[in-house]
């Protein structure tokens, strides 16, 4: 299995196709463990996606003996890139905190960014979005599947809950690839909580473009996605007005997406 040695822990990841690497930043969970399910198809016509799983979790060894934050997940990406002799690449950050770990990358190695996709992601965490956080802490602390119940019924519209909770919840449910990385994931939350580039998102400078689902969002909604927004100079929005959190379940939103996603990756292209 590919691992490559970063600071205090042992990296997994995953690359796969040709063509201008795009580094998939994932959320609460494992990159690599999705294998590539979790982003477009289409990518892989014209690009190399690069998977990886963040320290303590999936087939990462380690790495949780530092202090939890999105500065230290950006620094890890930028290892990774320079480990496998990759100078730049697009960032795809999806799930909310990969949009937030996309943000720091962009801000704190500049060189290394072609383009950034910021999906779902947040300036910092509000009184709303703080306490959400601090709940599903405490849930994911005392029970997973309390933990999985809760943020299932965030992350889903009520119709498709109503069809597929019987594949959502459970073992084989929403989240069952870092069911047994407790410390992994709160280290994740964590760092989800403490975000914040307030003062720091108008020095980015990349193409970028914003992703932002709807108000049955219920964790990351419309009011994030125009804080993002309106601290970046330069970039594009892609407001998806009925999509739920797990945007991938709302086919009309999910093949917007796709198609914003690849044109914009082209036009960034283009200009390097």
């Known amino acids: 299995m590919?691992?490559?040695?970063i600071d205090d822990f042992m990296m997994y990841y995953e690359v796969i196709g040709k063509g201008t690497p795009v580094v998939c930043l994932t959320g609460w969970g494992t990159g690599a463990g999705h294998g590539f399910a979790s982003?477009?198809?289409?990518?892989l016509d014209e690009f190399q996606l690069i998977v990886y799983d963040h320290r303590g979790i999936g087939r990462s060894i380690g790495g949780l003996g530092r202090e939890p934050s999105t500065h230290l997940y950006a620094d890890d990406v930028r290892a990774l890139l320079t480990a496998l002799g990759i100078p730049q690449a697009h960032l795809y950050g999806r799930g909310g905190l990969g949009g937030c770990i996309a943000q720091q990358v962009a801000l704190r190695h500049p060189d290394i960014v072609i383009s950034a996709i910021l999906g779902q992601s947040w300036a910092y965490a509000d009184p709303l979005l703080a306490a959400q956080f601090d709940a599903l802490y405490q849930l994911r602390l005392n029970s997973f599947e309390s933990f999985q119940s809760a943020c299932a019924t965030?992350?889903?519209?009520p119709d498709y809950f109503a069809t597929h909770h019987d594949d959502l919840l459970g073992p084989q449910g929403s989240w069952a690839d870092i069911r047994?990385?407790?410390d992994g994931h709160l280290a994740l939350i964590g760092a989800s909580r403490t975000h914040n580039t307030i003062p720091d998102l108008p020095q980015i400078s990349c193409p970028t473009l914003i992703i932002q689902s709807g108000p049955h969002d219920w964790?990351?909604?419309?009011r994030l996605?125009?804080?993002?927004a309106g601290r970046i100079p330069a970039h594009e929005m892609l407001y998806l007005p009925d999509?739920?959190?797990a945007i991938s379940t709302h086919p009309e939103s999910a093949t917007r997406l796709t198609s914003a996603v690849m044109n914009f990756l082209r036009k960034s292209n283009s200009k390097t």
């Open 243 to 245: 999509a739920p959190h």
């Open 154 to 157: 965030m992350c889903y519209l």
């Open 225 to 228: 996605g125009a804080e993002v």
């Open 219 to 222: 964790i990351t909604g419309p």
């Open 180 to 182: 047994y990385a407790t």
């Open 2 to 5: 590919p691992h490559v040695p």
């Open 39 to 43: 982003y477009p198809r289409e990518l």
